[in-house]
């Protein structure tokens, strides 16, 4: 699976859009973006996917750039309650054993 | 909306006693993973059944074993517990394999052998 750069921490204010970047450069073709965050104690929660095009849930936005080589999260209106690591993770279509790898992540600090 | 409910959340267990910590999902799901999760390390595969009646190892595989008792549970036993074995295990589901089927990880087991 290709290897993520994410920052180590970031700050939000509360009620503004948090943007998350990640950047993937070494992405394949058949390999999806995907975000995680865990709260602490928590299990990991899946937030979003993508291959191609940007993708919109009830959480969060989505946008991965054309060359697919970096993407953003975007949690639009974050709360006290989006404080966790987030981690974007890259994997194969068909990956033997289907493991998630996850990395270093960004720790987001949402200020009141 | 229970999703993944992983039993017991907490345990202690002196070295060379043995547990079995449980995971049931309630998603129709048709594979199922554990992962350990230490300090610094990020998540590691343990095991992971694709479809009911099926298990496969994963990173790391070495004093575990596991049951998919059916299509909503799968254990994870511990045979003779080590001090290298404390860890928070999560256990995850998914539709299935594909690479655009995202997982869902239950609160996890916080394991501690003294």
């Known amino acids: 699976d290709a290897k993520t750069t994410q920052p180590t921490s970031m700050d939000c204010a509360e009620g503004r859009a948090a943007n998350l970047p990640c950047n993937h450069s070494?992405?394949?073709?058949?390999?999806?973006v995907y975000w995680y965050r865990q709260i602490h104690s928590q299990g990991p929660q899946y937030i979003i996917h993508?291959?191609?095009n940007n993708e919109t849930n009830e959480m969060a936005s989505l946008i991965i750039t054309e060359d697919r080589k970096s993407s953003t999260l975007i949690l639009p209106h974050a709360t006290l309650r989006d404080t966790a690591v987030y981690y974007c993770i890259v994997r194969v279509a068909n990956n033997a054993g289907n493991m998630l790898t996850f990395g270093g992540g960004t720790r987001l600090m949402v200020k009141p | 909306n229970a999703g993944v409910t992983q039993t017991p959340k907490f345990q202690v267990l002196k070295t060379g006693q043995s547990m079995t910590l449980q995971c049931a999902q309630d998603m129709n799901h048709n594979s199922m993973y554990w992962y350990r999760q230490d300090p610094g390390m990020g998540l590691r595969l343990i095991y992971y059944?694709?479809?009911?009646?099926?298990?496969d190892k994963g990173e790391v595989p070495n004093g575990y074993n596991v049951s998919r008792l059916n299509k909503r549970e799968f254990s994870l036993r511990l045979e003779s517990a080590a001090p290298s074995q404390t860890s928070v295990y999560f256990c995850?589901?998914?539709?299935?394999?594909?690479?655009?089927?995202?997982?869902?990880f239950g609160d996890g087991t916080r394991l501690s052998i003294l």
């Open positions: 995850a589901s998914s539709v299935g394999q594909g690479g655009g089927q995202p997982q869902h």
């Open positions: 070494t992405i394949s073709g058949n390999e999806y």
């Open positions: 993508g291959l191609k």
């Open positions: 059944s694709a479809s009911e009646g099926t298990t």
